[in-house]
């Protein structure tokens, strides 16, 4: 079955913590992006990318990091950097970037806590 | 005033009735899409429309780009379709995706 994967489900964090979430999708799709989702807002857009090699930043990167090496995959750090790092954390994929208003496909999500 | 502009907020109602979700937008777009998540918080493509009306199964969406609105229509509502519903637009000329803060619609037997 094709898909998209997040892991951990939960994941919690101490002060001054770099942690990693990881996003890896089976459906041969260029793009991938990282929203954060907070109570009664809109998903926000972290960092996204076209195509290997290459990432942009969204809309809130301050205090995130990622990485594309391979299509497949897609992790996202969150550094000690980001002060308010309690979310629910979306990775999505899509066959081209969004210019061509192509759908995309969300994973089910990592919830991030501040011990 | 947010770009994506959904109503109502909170939603209930019981099996059976007819379900209407709106979706306003301020800014110019190139495709309206509309997502459902669920209570353990994935979210999956329901539709995508930049024109017109698309039907799947109970589920019914329009788009009127001249007024800057879209509708989404549950019919013969059930429990199972308690969710949040989500309006997302592509903004028109970027790569950008503009998300509306939600409806939570609950479905009681």
């Known amino acids: 079955d094709g898909g998209i994967t997040q892991s951990p489900k939960y994941l919690f964090r101490k002060e001054g913590q770099n942690v990693t979430l990881s996003c890896e999708q089976n459906?041969?799709?260029?793009?991938m992006y990282w929203y954060r989702q907070d109570p009664g807002q809109g998903l926000r857009l972290i960092y996204y990318s076209q195509i290997v090699n290459d990432f942009q930043k969204g809309d809130i990167a301050e205090g995130y990091s990622v990485s594309r090496e391979k299509k497949e995959s897609f992790p996202l750090t969150v550094t000690s950097a980001q002060k308010n790092p309690t979310a629910f954390y979306l990775c999505a994929s899509s066959r081209v970037g969004a210019l061509l208003r192509e759908t995309q496909y969300f994973g089910p999500g990592t919830r991030l806590l501040v011990l | 005033k947010n770009e994506v502009e959904q109503s109502p907020q909170n939603l209930t109602a019981q099996e059976g009735e007819f379900i209407t979700i709106n979706c306003s937008y301020s800014v110019g777009i190139s495709a309206l899409h509309w997502l459902q998540q669920h209570p353990g918080g994935g979210i999956v493509s329901l539709f995508m429309?930049?024109?017109g009306k698309k039907k799947h199964g109970r589920l019914i969406a329009t788009i009127n780009i001249q007024e800057k609105h879209s509708s989404l229509h549950i019919t013969a509502s059930h429990p199972r379709d308690s969710a949040v519903y989500i309006c997302?637009?592509?903004?028109?000329?970027?790569?950008?995706?503009?998300f509306g803060t939600g409806t939570r619609l609950q479905v009681f037997p």
């Open positions: 459906l041969n799709h260029d793009a």
């Open positions: 429309l930049s024109s």
């Open positions: 997302a637009v592509y903004l028109y000329n970027t790569d950008k995706l503009i």
